[in-house]
């Protein structure tokens, strides 16, 4: 399950709530029979000892694994050969991240409580975590801005937004779906009404699609809207996404 919504409104105050962290402002927390959390947060290396070398780390919560898999499941996360032997006080952050995914999945629990679990890791251990993620049997709840990384992962969405909260039972790319028309009559609706603050022209990199566009923000993000060209012709309105730092656009759809 991903926990999406902009900044704010919550996404990761959840997370430490479900995993016991922080009480709930009203109502309870009921686990479900034999459900053992474990919770990823953002500073979660930090809860290494820095004595340890990195296999020591790993074997000291792997149960029943044997001194070879807990190798062959470092080197999936990038650690092979001498690497193994090596403190965790020399590790850079990336690679602490690393350790302890490698870790927390040694011995997993079976409700994992993930927030932005790809921050400051590389392509190859993004693939591993992936990879590790898909084979995961039990139950994965997470925040993450990182839309590959939910794209492979998550197969439910929960849309945190200010009116409340909405559940869309498919992946990411079901729920973008559900949600474009709503996005583009509300765009629609600030267009009419925007001011100047918050309307301006908006030049895009060469060999984006749209002609004329306008940039427009609500809330933390910005969107353009403008018209598609195809074929020379301009047939129809066109939706983009823009990131937080107006540097990567995301097709949403006419």
Known sequence: VALVGHNGLGKTTLLRILAGVLPPSEGRRVLGHKVLPGYQAQDFTETMDPQYTVYATVKATAGDMTGQEVRTLLGGFGFSGDAVEKPVSVLSGGEKVRLAFARLLANPPNLLLLDEPTTHLDIMACEALENALADYEGTICMVSHDIAFVRRIATHVIAMTPPGITRYPGGYDYYREKTAPLLAAALGADLCAAGPE???????????????????RRGESWYVVGTQHKRGVADRRYLMFRSDDLHKWEELGP
Not at 198 to 216: E, S, V, Y
């Open 198 to 216: 918050r309307r301006k022209p908006w030049k895009l990199a060469t060999g984006c699609p749209i002609a004329d566009p306008f940039c427009i």
